[in-house]
């Protein structure tokens, strides 16, 4: 399932302008991706939740760093959508990170 970063626990990990530009601008948003993400991993057996950071239109690469947990300092910046695309099919085919929440940066 596809969210954000900063939707969940994930919201911690942002910066200070981030998370100022995310309560002013998206606010509803954001608590709806959290809700979203409760649901879901309340509800499944088997989920993985996908939280990019800001998507652009740029081409796919094939190459993005896969963040499976939150750590004090990281920095979850842009990623094509196409990225974000390629890796979500990757897993739906071979899941690797099944009960994971992971996020998608260059």
């Keep these: 399932m596809l969210t954000g970063f900063g939707a ?25 991706k959290s809700e979203q993400e409760r649901i879901i ?3 499944y ?8 950071g800001r998507l652009t239109n740029g081409t796919m690469t094939g190459r993005y760093r896969v963040l499976d947990g939150l750590v004090e300092g990281m920095r979850v910046g842009a990623i094509s959508r196409s990225d974000v695309a390629h890796f979500m099919v990757a897993q739906a085919v071979q899941p690797t990170y099944l009960g994971k929440y992971v996020a ?3």
């Excluded at 969940?8 to 709806?32: C, M, Q």
């Excluded at 057996?45 to 990019?52: A, D, F, K, N, T």
């Design 8 to 32: 969940g626990e994930s919201w911690n990990y942002n910066s200070l302008p981030i998370k100022l530009l995310f309560t002013l601008l998206l606010k509803k948003v954001y608590v709806d």
């Design 41 to 43: 991993a309340g509800a």
């Design 45 to 52: 057996p088997r989920w993985e939740i996908v939280r990019p």
């Design 104 to 106: 998608l940066t260059y």
